[in-house]
């Protein structure tokens, strides 16, 4: 079974200049997150889409953060423009369905700098 | 949101030590996860409880959920380097819009042979 694939890996960018993330859940992963990860700390949930709704986006900075999940598959999160703050790794999961019987299954993240 | 404090917050120990990481809220969770982050990857899934008083064991790894669903416990016995990493805890509570989660800050630890 493949993972939940991310790119890019790699980002760095300058302050006020826009990014996206793009992730691919597991098929037929209903729940997909995106968490924002500053290093030495745990995963803050972003946002949270079952299927292609919106479930939770209660931390995301609605200013310049923001995410669409297609066709309730691929999912987009995009900063713009963003901010020295925003580094960090960025992290997508998804799992069958949500709620704590089931397994979240995370990508390998994007590594993202703002200089 | 509710909130989940990790501790200690960083670990070093000797190889063949025992270790204890707490996870504690004042907030009840339906269930908590136990997740390992190892650097450049994504954390993947140790355990769930989902019972309060439950207990779980991974080989040398323990498992304890608080009988009020409130705290959790993790115990590594005779640690080994190989069980280097970040721990995490993550707990899930229910809203009337879904299941929702938190995650710990986390417990960085280093196995040292």
């Known amino acids: 079974e493949a993972g939940v694939a991310q790119s890019p890996r790699y980002k760095i960018i300058e302050k006020r200049q826009s990014v996206a993330f793009w992730c691919n859940p597991i098929?037929?992963?209903?729940?997909l997150y995106w968490y924002q990860q500053i290093l030495g700390q745990g995963p803050k949930l972003l946002i949270q889409?079952?299927?292609?709704?919106?479930?939770?986006d209660s931390q995301l900075p609605k200013d310049r953060f923001s995410a669409e999940r297609l066709k309730g598959v691929d999912s987009t999160l995009k900063i713009q423009p963003a901010k020295l703050e925003d580094s960090a790794v960025y992290l997508c999961?998804?799992?069958?369905?949500?709620?704590?019987?089931?397994?979240?299954?995370f990508g390998p993240g994007t590594r993202l700098t703002v200089t | 949101t509710q909130l989940l404090e990790q501790s200690p917050q960083f670990l070093s120990i000797q190889e063949g030590e025992n270790l204890t990481v707490y996870c504690n809220s004042s907030?009840?969770?339906?269930?908590l996860q136990w997740y390992r982050q190892e650097p450049g990857e994504g954390p993947v899934l140790l355990v769930t409880?989902?019972?309060?008083?439950e207990v779980k064991k991974l080989k040398r790894l323990t498992f304890q959920f608080g009988d009020a669903r409130k705290d959790s416990s993790l115990h590594i016995t005779a640690a080994q380097p190989g069980d280097t990493g970040l721990y995490l805890c993550?707990?899930?509570?229910?809203?009337?819009?879904?299941?929702?989660?938190?995650f710990g800050e986390g417990t960085q630890l280093t196995v040292n042979p």
């Open positions: 999961a998804s799992s069958f369905t949500a709620g704590g019987y089931y397994e979240q299954y």
């Open positions: 098929s037929g992963h209903a729940t």
């Open positions: 889409f079952q299927n292609n709704g919106v479930v939770d």
């Open positions: 907030s009840v969770f339906s269930s």
């Open positions: 409880v989902v019972t309060g008083g």
């Open positions: 993550a707990g899930w509570w229910v809203e009337t819009s879904g299941s929702r989660l938190t």
